[in-house]
């Protein structure tokens, strides 16, 4: 399927879910999808026989200053060899956005990469702890208006 | 007889008091920890591993121990080109492959395309760059199974490869070579002479490789039957390179969403069959490396034949500013899918760069393959998907 006919499939299906979509005149064209109705869009990416996106190949969580966050996802289908990108726009202050982590398991690590360096909140991930930072960090180091810290651990860190 | 006349042991199901232990035999899980210094983690990887005696119930891998703020550092470069180096350093056994997604990351964004004689060199290298890191992975693995000598012979055979990279670009194991646009270097004059002598010296090494290795009889036992992958789990996971087709799913970027020029090349793609034990094993995944790097030499051979006449640095832009917007580019290295997903502002540095790190996903996977196996089959088992830590914590 080209994107415009993924567009139009998920918005006959989820209606008001699909809040846009760029189509043309970009590299890679994306569809913003609703952050808590996410999970569900992703099921059906899955399962519905037309689109079979078996595979997601990177869940990107983004800082896109000016208190908008965002997390994107690269999907990919190799029953049928096509392509989508899925975007979901996000506050600072409420980053909230359903897991996908039941859809696809490699989300799982995914989700807890995106959460440790920008600080999105997944909900219904089992395991959202940090991933490549240490337990008892503190901030979310890939946020742009992130601040190197003086002191870990009461321990001054020189640079 | 009456439920009361029961002991509270067997009500509860527990085990009666042991003779001459005077207690009765504790039976719960215990935690072992194995890494972050444990030599067949291959770097610094903590796993932790839930136990019921031998066998494993569970793995908890920890890593980031070699954080190194790959995405921080690139999105505070000056310009585009100065991430190359960092790229490098991400698969330090393939730089090669890893600044080749970048490169052409960065290239889709500016909508520019480059000589003919860059696209053969730079396959010609990626494919030099996956010999290398398999003769290493297999080398390696067969360490932690207990042969020392293939490590050897490996390493041998692996140094002959870096002095044709040290010719080229005067680096053996990190680069800079492939740049944005073009190449830091063209090759010598006598390079296609030395790589045909690199062909012909390397193909029947591989089949001294197999009889000592592949098919030794110890090596089979270890790894036939373990670590058991199945194709849809894997899929899944979004496994992909050799750990993916040792599973039996025939998938391969360069057949499959080709770039350079990869598809005016003949070569096959070895997916694992279950030859000695079950689809989708330890020794599936073994042998696909060995087998690709056979195809690798077929395609270096195509390549360097037809090499063509150019500059390689007639395309590299002046100044790199592209247009505001993203691009992911895949690319197949030698441990799997590496994607780059680059944001442009439209300001000379790059707004964002994320890594989809081959390693770092076919690791998540890992717990799968463990579950229900013993102790000694994790070794097994983490060798086989063949991770470099330094691209798992980026």
Known sequence: MIPQEIHDALRTRFGDAILGAKLDGVVDPFITVAPERMGEVALALRDDPAMRFDTLCLLTGMDYTGGKLGVVYHLASMALGHKIVLKVDLAAENAHVQSVESVWKTANWHEREAFDMIGILFDGHPDLRRMLMPDDWEGHPLRKDYKVPEYYNGMKVPY | MQATDLRAEEVVGRPATVPGLGRPLRS??????????????HGVLRLELVMDGEI????????????????????????YQQVIPYADRLDYVAAMSN??????????LLKIQVPERVEYIRVIMAEFSRIVSHLIAIGTYGMDIGAWTP???????????????????????????MWV????????????????AFCTYFRPNIKELNDLLSYNKIFIERTANVGVLPAEVAINYAVSGPTLRGS????????????SVYPLLDFEIPVGRGEKGTAGDCWDRYMVRVREMEQSVNIIEQAVERLPAGDVRAAVP??????????????????GELGYYVVSDGTASPFRVKVKSPCFVNL???PAMCRGAMIADVVAALGSIDIVLGEVDR
């Open chain 2, 318 to 335: 002046k100044r790199i500013r592209p247009e505001a917007g993203d691009v992911y580019v895949r690319t197949e290295t030698p441990k």
């Open chain 2, 364 to 366: 998540s996977a890992l």
């Open chain 2, 181 to 196: 646009g073009g190449l830091s270097h063209d090759v010598t004059p006598d390079f296609q002479e030395k790589v045909r």
């Open chain 2, 151 to 177: 490590f050897l012979y490996c390493m041998r055979d692996r140094e002959h490869v870096l002095d044709i990279f040290e010719r080229t670009c005067g680096a053996r194991l990190l680069y800079n070579y």
């Open chain 2, 28 to 41: 719960e899980e215990m935690v072992v920890n194995m890494g972050p210094q444990h030599p067949s983690t």
């Open chain 2, 56 to 79: 494993v119930v569970d793995v908890i891998p920890h890593i980031g121990y070699l954080h190194r703020c790959f995405e921080k550092h690139a999105e505070q470069m000056a310009n």
């Open chain 2, 248 to 259: 039996g799913v025939k998938w391969d970027l360069r057949k499959n969403d080709p770039y």
């Open chain 2, 99 to 108: 600044e080749l997604g970048y490169v052409i990351a960065v290239e889709k």
